[in-house]
């Protein structure tokens, strides 16, 4: 199982970004995925939920309205839309995959930086 996230940068205030997750080495669209943060300092939470299908997301109150979290099955991607980026949305995001049930463990990508700075 590999997840590889992509998209990160330097932003400033207002600005978007498009994170991307690309997954391999498991059937991805069987999959609840999801994106979470880790800012500096703080303790990784939980940004965005998608069920296997994309027919089902939930975000976390900090992110609603602003972020959009969409997969992509035929391309073995889940996504990760931001607008209207903070300064306190400064974190490393990761992606992660369901897996425990099946695998023995959830499976976590290495993570993207995303800075927002004026």
């Known amino acids: 199982v590999q997840l590889v996230e992509s998209g990160g940068g330097l932003v400033q205030p207002g600005e978007s970004l498009r994170l991307s997750c690309a997954a391999s080495g498991f059937p991805f669209s069987r999959y609840v995925m999801r994106w979470y943060r880790q800012a500096p300092g703080k303790e990784r939470e939980l940004v965005a939920t998608?069920?296997?299908?994309?027919?089902?997301?939930h975000y976390a109150d900090s992110v609603n309205h602003r972020f959009t979290i969409g997969r992509d099955n035929a391309k073995n991607t889940v996504y990760l839309q931001m607008d209207i980026l903070k300064p306190e949305d400064t974190a490393v995001y990761y992606c992660?995959?369901?897996?425990?049930?099946?695998?023995?463990?959830?499976?976590w990508g290495k993570g993207t930086l995303v800075t927002v700075s004026s």
């Open positions: 992660k995959v369901d897996s425990r049930a099946d695998y023995g463990m959830d499976y």
């Open positions: 998608i069920s296997s299908l994309g027919r089902n997301a």
